[in-house]
C-alpha cells in the first residue's frame, strides 16, 4: 500500500483528517473494505495492555502511527501464523497414535502401513505408533484375540505387546488372544519368539499347530494342536470335522475362560462333525453334551 494511504489511515484513526483526507479514506475504504477492517483491528487493538501500558498508538505523532501499523499487522500476522502451526502440529501429533478397536459383531480385517494384516475378533484392539516423519515402528499392542499376517522384512522384526507376553517375528501367520488370566499364542505358520517376564527362557514356536499358554500366575503351557481348529474364529464358527471331543475341549479350555470336564473318558476319541458359533462356546458345551448324552461341566 503506497505510504500515503498509510499516513492518511493512522490520522482518520486518529480522528486527526481533514475533511478531504477523509473523503479519500473513506472512498479506499469502499475499495479494499477487508485491508481497511485489518488495519483498523491493528490500530484499536489493546496488545499486552495492562494498568500500566497504554493503547499502542496513545501519545504518538501520525507518522509514528503509520509505523506501529505495519508493526502491529506484521504481528497480527505472525500470531496467526503461529496459530495455524501450532493446530496442525497438534492434530498431527494425535494422528501419531492409531488405535482400532472392533466394536462389531463381525471380524474387522486392518491392514497395517507396513503391508501386514490384523483380524480382529469382537471387543479386540490394536494401536500402534508412527514416527514424527510417518514411518512405522513394527510394533503394536493389543487386547483380545487377534490374528496376524506379517509381511517379511528381516531387517525389521515385528512385535506383538500382549500384555504379559510378547511375540517378535519376521513373518508369519499366528493368533495372540489376550483374556483375563491368561494370554495364548497359536502358530499357523512360519516361525515366532514369544517372551515374557513371568517364563525363562523365550518359547519358540516353529511348527504349525504350536502353541503357548502363559497364565498371569506365571504358569505355562507348550503343545501343538490342529491350527485349523484355533483358526477357524476367524470366520465366526468353529469347523469341528474330523475333531475329536478332545480337541474340541481342548480348544474350549485354551481359548476361552472356560473349564470344560467330561467325567466319562470314552468320550474322548469320538469324533465330531460340523460347525457351531465361535462367540458362543458355552452353546458349544450344550451341544456336545446332547450329542454324547453324557454330563459335561463347564466352569
Sequence with gaps: MPDKIENLLAKSFAK????????????????????????RKAYFADFFETKTFRRPFEGLAPKERKLSIRVLVKMAAVFAGLMVVGAALYFYSQSLNVRYVNTTAYVQHIVLPDGSEAYLDKQASLRYKKSFLGNFSRRVAMSGRVFFHIFRDTSHPFTVDAG????????????VNRMATKTQVVLTHGKVMVSSGRITPPVILQKTGDQVIIRNNGTKKENNVKASLYASWMNKKIYLNECTVKEVVDMLNDSYNLKVTIKNPEFLSEKLYGSAPSDDPKLIVEALSQILHTEIKSE
Design 16 to 39: 486527526e483528517a481533514s475533511a478531504g483526507e477523509q473523503a479519500l479514506v473513506n472512498r479506499w475504504q469502499k475499495e479494499h473494505p477487508e485491508e481497511y477492517e485489518s488495519y
Design 164 to 175: 504379559i507376553l510378547k511375540v517378535k517375528v519376521l513373518g508369519t501367520r499366528f493368533t
